[in-house]
């Protein structure tokens, strides 16, 4: 195992030029899959390798109830600097389960809050609050999904602009867009490299839903002109677990890719290209730390077999 078990703790880093580089140059809804799937495996990697390190370092100290055995010579000298290592994963792991939980915890209020501000309107698809913060969001269920928006922003937008929003919306929960940002986000919870990919696959998202509004409306400036208009008058979602409509940070660069040709579909860049280069190398890395945490995992298993009395 050697020094191969920290590979999973570096390596998202490989992961910093495909966020870029993707969210600008594959089609959303590739970007989006494809930087999600990477910083989840890469996460999971991440906290197994934190879980092998503590086991092996902390092995054998006072009042721990692991088996003896598993504080032997080989399986000690299967991790480097164990003790160091091992007694410092303990406080790093809480903290990771710990951000983790306060992430679901919220995700859940806020998606229950938000069902709770529903009651008492008709169980239609589209829901309109009478209020004066104009906003919208999709909002998934387990009855119904629905489109939330409130009277506000209805008022400020045309009746174009308004079949945009909705078809935005919808988008958002026919591709279930908020699984993807939940991944993301736990993912840049257990390993802070990861941050950029969450970064990145908050603005894909917007930018797939975006390019399915325009093929439903069939009209990208329509689209255009909805986001930028929505973005002035506009107010966030009321939690980071709901896909709004209007963003203000990456605002400007959905409304010129919306101004611009339509994205290639095509499902992998070719390796002649600089995003080419870059999905390859993060798709190898990806590779290199799910191996190296699967033959740690193992080599580990094996060992602590060996070393447990029977």
Do not use: K
């Not at 086991?55 to 692991?66: I, K």
């Not at 069902?115 to 009478?130: K, S, W």
């Amino acid at each position: 195992m050697g020094v191969f078990v920290f590979l999973p703790l570096v390596l998202p880093l490989t992961a910093w030029p495909v966020a870029r580089l993707a969210e600008q140059h594959l089609h959303p809804r590739v970007a989006t899959r494809l930087l999600t799937a990477v910083a989840g495996v890469m996460a999971l990697c991440s906290t197994v390798c934190l879980g092998l390190l503590m086991v092996v370092g902390t092995a054998q100290l006072p009042g721990n109830p692991l088996p003896d055995g598993w504080s032997d010579r080989e399986v000690r000298e299967a991790v480097p600097y164990d003790e160091i290592a091992g007694q410092a994963a303990i406080p790093v792991l809480l903290a990771v389960a710990a951000v983790c939980a306060r992430t679901l915890w919220r995700n859940r209020r806020t998606r229950r809050a938000a069902h709770r501000a529903l009651a008492g309107l008709p169980d239609t698809e589209v829901a309109v609050l009478d209020d004066a913060l104009p906003y919208a969001y999709a909002l998934s269920g387990r009855s119904r999904d629905r489109v939330v928006v409130t009277t506000a922003l209805l008022a400020g937008l045309r009746p174009a602009e308004r079949r945009a929003l909705f078809a935005h919306e919808r988008a958002h929960l026919a591709a279930r867009h908020h699984r993807f940002l939940l991944i993301a986000r736990l993912a840049a919870d257990a390993n802070p490299f990861l941050r950029p990919l969450r970064t990145a696959v908050s603005y894909t998202t917007e930018r797939w839903a975006d390019e399915e509004a325009a093929r439903t409306v069939g009209d990208r400036r329509t689209v255009a002109r909805a986001i930028g208009r929505a973005a002035l008058i506009s107010r966030p979602a009321p939690g980071p677990a709901l896909a709004g409509f209007a963003l203000p940070g990456p605002v400007p660069r959905r409304v010129a890719a919306l101004l611009g040709p339509a994205p290639a579909t095509r499902t992998w860049p070719s390796l002649f290209t600089a995003v080419g280069v870059a999905a390859w190398t993060a798709a190898a890395g990806t590779a290199m730390s799910a191996m190296s945490s699967a033959n740690s995992a193992l080599t580990l298993a094996l060992l602590l077999h060996a070393a447990t009395p029977l």
